[in-house]
């Protein structure tokens, strides 16, 4: 029932949000300077960065500090929410009630674990959903940041929540399953899970998880395109094609 209840208060405030127009996205008003500003810069890291920083208006500044403050907010109510969702889900009796009607319908421990564990990743999901529209959704709208029609971000977001929470799945029944067989010295390998895990997900991310939601097409041949290359190489990046993809829709 409160997950149901969750999911149809994200609903009510993504579409209330849909109806009201995005925030003008801001235009940069940063004086453009050539490859040779750059090259003049001093080596040292705090000087260099006070010459970049006397560039920037102080209204972009302004805007910026207000973004940041945002962030900040949104990062403690995520934490919140998550933490309050994993414990509501053990303590209210269903995390027990699930484990026991996984034990009579499975045999297989290990099924069992990864069953159990997207029951809890679907209801953490679920719980936190109006949290996330207000952090991501509306929050990119109220700056500018994106025009996406709320039913296009839940796609997107449901689709890298699914990704993720695969690797979070095999995670916890790796995890279970070390505990059984270790249960003193569990730990000890834990790390080497998550390791193994991040690595992989770390690693399917640019060419299977990331082309899910975004469409990846070559830049067109532009002066945008001639700088990139140059900076490219003389970092020594061998690149030869630069790529865009619609994420700030």
């Known amino acids: 029932m409160i997950a149901l209840l969750a999911l149809m208060m994200a609903g009510v405030l993504g579409f209330v949000a849909q109806s009201h127009s995005p925030a003008v996205r801001a235009t940069d008003p940063i004086p453009s300077v050539s ?33 940041g403050r945002t962030r900040y907010w949104a990062l403690a109510a995520r934490i919140v929410a998550n933490l309050s969702a994993v414990l509501l889900f053990l303590y209210s009796g269903a995390a027990r009630a699930l484990d026991a009607a996984m034990a009579r319908a499975v045999r297989r421990r290990w099924l069992r674990d990864l069953l159990f564990s997207l029951v809890l990743l679907v209801f953490v999901f ?46 916890i029944t790796l995890l279970m399953a070390m505990i059984r067989r270790l249960p003193r010295n569990w730990f000890l390998f834990a790390g080497a899970i998550y390791l193994a ?23 067109a041949g532009s002066e945008l395109k001639s700088d990139i290359l140059a900076m490219a190489r003389r970092a020594g990046v061998p690149a030869d094609n630069v790529y865009t993809d619609d994420a700030s829709r």
């Open 197 to 219: 895990l991040a690595f992989l997900y770390t690693a399917a991310t640019p060419m299977v998880i990331e082309p899910l939601t975004n469409t990846y097409t070559p830049l």
């Open 35 to 67: 490859h040779f500003w750059y090259d003049a810069l001093p080596r040292d890291p705090a000087s260099a960065t006070a010459a970049y920083l006397t560039r920037v208006p102080a209204v972009m500044r302004d805007r910026g500090d207000a973004v």
């Open 126 to 171: 679920a719980v936190t959903l109006p949290v996330e529209v207000c952090a991501s959704y509306i929050r990119n709208r109220a700056f500018g940041f994106s025009e996406q029609p709320f039913i296009g971000w839940v796609q997107d977001y449901a689709i890298g929540w699914t990704s993720t929470a695969i690797f979070y799945a095999v995670g």
